[in-house]
Structures are given as C-alpha cells and as structure tokens.
C-alpha cells in the first residue's frame, strides 16, 4: 500500500478525473457485481459485552481492495453520489482504494465531509449511498460506509489529519454555539476561508452528540479528541461549561462577534408524560448514556456517577438511541454483577416501522437483548421507596397510516399486563430546547420549536448576523445532515462577510466536471 498519496491534499489537489461514460473498464464490468461482499471482522458478543471498544475491527488492506473492487463504476449521475447527502464522489475512492492509492481514497472522501470517519460509521448507508447503490440489485451494496471508514483510518492514524491552507486573515470573527457535526462542519470551513472562529458548547469537552451521544462501541472518542486537535491547529479556539443563553447571550456574542452560528442540536429528551415517570431509577437517555460511557472528570459535577444498574432494564423507543441504551445497558450489567440480567427494548410499533438501523438492532441480539413489539406503557409502578419497580403495558395493534406515513398503533382493550422494571430509559425522541429563543427575543422559532431560517442555502434567522443549521433547523436528524448543513451555512456566512453573494463550494462531483483519470484494472 502506497504510505502517502502524491500531489494530494484535502483542498482539492487530486488526480484528475475521467467522465464516468467513458471509463476503459475490462469487458467483465458486471461480472465484478458478482465478487462475493466481505464484512469486516467484529468483536465477538461474549467479548466486546465486557468493554466499550468499537464493535468492527475494521478491513485489512487486502480484504478492502477486494470490497472496493465490487464498485463497477456506474454512468453519471452515479446513485450512490446521489444518494448521499454531502454528494462524496464514492466511485472515485473505490477506484483508489482498489488501485492501492488509499491516502487518494481518503482525500475524496474529505473533499465533500468534514467527518468521513464518523459518517463511515455512524450514518445509515444502507438507506443513502449503499441503498442506492447498484451493485444491490445483483447481491449486497458495496460495503460503501466500511471502506469510508478504513481509508480515512488508514491516513489517520499514519499521518494524522491531513493539514488544510488557511486563507490571509480577513479580520472577521464568528462565534460557532455548539460543538457538534454542524458546528464543526461551519467552523473549519469558515476558519480556512481566513475568518476567526471561537466553539461554544454547554459541555466541559469539544464534540457535543458526537463525544456525549454516541457511544464508544460504535465510534472511538479519540477520533473526536484528534479532529479537534486539528480544528485547534487551524487556529479554531474552544470554550466550553458555557450554556449560551443563559450564561452568555447570543445579543453578547454578537457585540464581541461579526457573525454568530447556531448548531445546538435538539437536545432535549421527549418525556412520556405518565403516571410514575418521575420515580427513582427512570432516566432520560442523554443522562444516561453520558453517565455510563464517558469518564466522570470530562461530565458536569453532578453527572460524575454511573446511573443505576439493576437485574431487569427497560428501554422504551424504537430509533438508534434506544439501540444505544439497551447495549450500553448489556455492558454495565457486565461489568456490575448483573450478567444473568434481562434487558427489553419495548416498542409501539413492529421492527419493520422502527426508525433505527437494523444493524443496531442485530447487534443488540447478538448481545442478548430482548425486544417486545406492538406494546407501550402506560404507567410506570414504584415501591414504598419511590423507586421504579415495574411497568404496566398495553398490547397494541397497529391502525391506519398517521402523518409518518407508518401504521398508527392503537391500543387493545383488556390486554394489559405489567414487566418488571429496577431501571427504565427513555428513548423517545428529541426536541431543540428553546433556552436560546427565549433569551433572544429577535430570534423567531417555527411551530415545531426549531429556529426559522430563510432556506438551506442561505440559513440566515430572523436576527441580523445569526445563522442556524442542522438538527436545531431540520429536528432531530442525521450526522451527516448536519454537516452538510453546515457546510452550506459556512458559505452562506462568508457571503454575508464579505458582502458576497452566497454560493455553495465547488467540491461536490455533481457540480464539477474533471478531466481524465486511470481507470480500474
């Protein structure tokens, strides 16, 4: 393998490229459809229960070569391009990885995404760029997110991030509020078009979902320490334990600040709002996760505790973050005496209509996670202690579609029944919280609690020199949503700088056209 790609840099500096139409590839194009997919290895259930590392250990060199090779190079628009949100051009990076040119791999990937390591492994590939991809009509995707994740590993941890030009001071400031996918997405763009740039965040620790939301079995926390020690190369500062609208106000920001961003997120767990909820032992998942996968001194001092561990958890919610609670739950029975304990994810609907990725889901078997479907509580039952002891449930059936487009479920009547219950977690979906629009009266909020902006290209609030973008515009979403979001808040932003007219980058394939380059053998 090639130990560092020639003439190649994340600003762009890449081989040029040939027009798909006309690629030279060997007579057997389809045949390589038919090349057998090859998953990564993973820790074993029985192992990886008892720690909180990745739970994929990633590709060697020549298993993803081979992966890589399963691309057959589609006619542009090619559908994996169009099926993933910051558009990265993922037939060029096949075609490097399977040519030995990983670094090059690597660097097309970071032409379009600030954070190809994480969407490598946090994003649902198997509804974007590997749903749509070609190759599924004749066997499985190719394994598109696996080898985003093993390239940009690759030049990671041989040569770090690689380093990107800053433009000639233009004595503009930005304050960035939040520290998550969109944030980091505007604030690195923004500080190589030559603008200072300053993160805020609530939480002692730079990273926000992405370092206090994601736990360490699906993405290291060291991938997000370096990617900010390389933020603070380029000159980006951080201040955090700041709640920005209550400690500092966004009207403060901008006395100090030409431009303030808004990337908070939604943050906000929704409650349940039902009897018993508040007892001793039920948790909203933020709270809990935070406090069973990150090391106290990088929490808030009165998160430094582990939650409560018990012999039979119950996780309510059906969306990734429910998958998170239950296995983290299965590693803290682990490690605390509990290994005999059960642990039930309960849902309203069948698996079929559940939000969060399969992958997840079959992850969280292996792990020896219950799951109950078509049930939903109804009242939460404490002992003379006031602590959770048991959960009434209520079968359900499922109905006509709702507003979702899924099955409404509704109750059946006379088909209660009550589970035992020492901890619960509720994972039941996210809001933006409105601490930021109440402190700023200026700032209009839509009807679904999310800041009101112009558009997607131009994100502009309803105050001069605010921008918004991300989950705290679209509602809760996806990382890399929200980093292209940011990305195109970022351009917005320096338009409004410079007194420009706002453009989207050219790095995306859609909008560029290259010239010629080798084609795969």
Same mark, same amino acid.
């Given at each position: 393998m090639a130990e560092q790609s020639k003439n190649e840099n994340q600003n762009g500096h890449l081989p040029p490229k040939q027009d798909p139409n006309t690629l030279d590839l060997d007579p057997n194009r389809y045949e390589r459809a038919h090349i057998p997919t090859g998953i990564p290895p993973k820790q074993d259930p029985q192992v990886? =229960?008892?720690?909180?590392?990745?739970?994929f250990l990633g590709y060697d060199d020549q298993q993803a070569v081979v992966e890589a090779t399963?691309?057959?190079?589609?006619?542009?628009?090619?559908?994996?391009? %169009?099926?993933?949100?910051?558009?990265?051009?993922i037939p060029r990076a096949m075609m490097f990885i399977e040519q030995g040119d990983v670094e090059a791999a690597a660097n097309v990937f970071r032409l379009t995404s600030n954070l190809p390591e994480?969407?490598?492994?946090?994003?649902?590939?198997? =509804? %974007?760029?590997?749903?749509?991809?070609?190759v599924a009509g004749y066997d499985k995707p190719v394994m598109i997110g696996k080898l985003e994740a093993y390239c940009t590993d690759y030049q990671r941890n041989r040569s770090g991030f690689p380093g990107r030009a800053?433009?000639?001071?233009?004595?503009?400031?930005?304050?960035?509020?939040?520290?998550?996918?969109?944030?980091?997405?505007?604030?690195?763009?923004?500080?190589?078009?030559?603008?200072?740039? =300053?993160?805020?965040?609530?939480?002692?620790?730079?990273?926000?979902?992405?370092?206090?939301?994601?736990?360490?079995?699906?993405?290291?926390?060291?991938?997000?320490?370096?990617k900010f020690d390389q933020l603070e190369s380029l000159g980006i500062g951080f201040v955090g334990d700041t709640l920005v609208g209550q400690d500092v106000t966004v009207d403060d920001l901008l006395e100090e600040f030409?431009?303030?961003? %808004?990337?908070?997120?939604?943050?906000?767990?929704?409650?349940?709002? %039902?009897?018993?909820?508040?007892?001793?032992?039920?948790?909203?998942?933020?709270?809990?996760l935070v406090r069973g996968n990150l090391r106290p001194e990088i929490l808030p001092k009165d998160m430094r505790s582990l939650p409560e561990i018990g012999k039979h958890i119950a996780v309510i919610g059906g969306g990734d973050t429910s998958m998170d609670c239950v296995r983290t739950s299965r590693r803290l029975q682990a490690q605390h005496g509990f290994a005999d304990g059960t642990i039930t994810d309960y849902y309203r609907r069948t698996e079929h209509e559940m939000p969060g990725r399969a992958e997840e889901r079959m992850h969280g078997r292996q792990e020896g996670v219950r799951f109950e479907f078509l049930v939903s509580p109804v009242r939460f039952i404490g002992?003379?202690?006031?602590?959770?002891?048991?959960?009434?449930?209520?079968?359900?059936?499922?109905?006509?579609?709702?507003?979702?487009?899924?099955?409404?479920?509704?109750?059946?009547?006379?088909?209660?029944?009550?589970?035992?219950?020492?901890?619960?977690?509720?994972?039941?979906?996210?809001?933006?919280?409105?601490?930021i629009a109440k402190a700023t009266p200026n700032i209009k909020m839509t009807r679904w609690g999310t800041f009101q902006v112009e558009n997607e290209d131009n994100p502009d609030t309803t105050?001069?020199?605010?921008?918004?973008?991300?989950?705290?515009?679209?509602?809760?979403?996806?990382?890399?949503?929200?980093?292209?979001?940011?990305?195109?808040?970022?351009?917005?932003?320096?338009?409004?700088?410079?007194?420009?007219?706002?453009?989207?980058?050219?790095e995306s394939p859609l909008e560029t056209s290259t010239p010629e380059v080798a084609a795969p053998h």
């Open positions: 990886r =229960v008892h720690n909180f590392r990745e739970v399963r691309c057959i190079h589609c006619p542009s628009p090619e559908p994996c391009i %169009l099926g993933c949100p910051v558009h990265n051009d994480v969407c490598g492994r946090i994003c649902p590939q198997e =509804v %974007l760029c590997e749903g749509a991809c070609t800053v433009e000639p001071a233009t004595g503009k400031r930005v304050a960035v509020v939040g520290a998550g996918p969109a944030s980091i997405a505007v604030a690195e763009e923004l500080r190589v078009m030559g603008h200072e740039v =300053v993160i805020y965040d609530a939480w002692p620790e730079p990273g926000g979902l992405l370092v206090y939301g994601i736990p360490g079995f699906k993405l290291s926390k060291d991938i997000i320490a370096k030409d431009a303030v961003f %808004l990337g908070v997120g939604a943050t906000i767990g929704n409650r349940a709002k %039902l009897p018993g909820e508040d007892l001793k032992g039920i948790y909203q998942a933020t709270e809990f002992d003379e202690n006031g602590h959770v002891r048991k959960i009434e449930m209520e079968r359900m059936r499922l109905g006509a579609p709702d507003a979702s487009g899924r099955p409404r479920p509704e109750p059946i009547e006379g088909a209660n029944y009550q589970v035992d219950a020492d901890v619960v977690v509720l994972a039941l979906g996210y809001k933006p919280d409105p601490m105050e001069a020199g605010v921008y918004a973008a991300g989950d705290d515009v679209r509602g809760a979403d996806l990382v890399v949503t929200a980093i292209a979001a940011g990305r195109k808040a970022a351009y917005a932003i320096n338009a409004w700088l410079l007194g420009h007219s706002a453009k989207t980058g050219p």
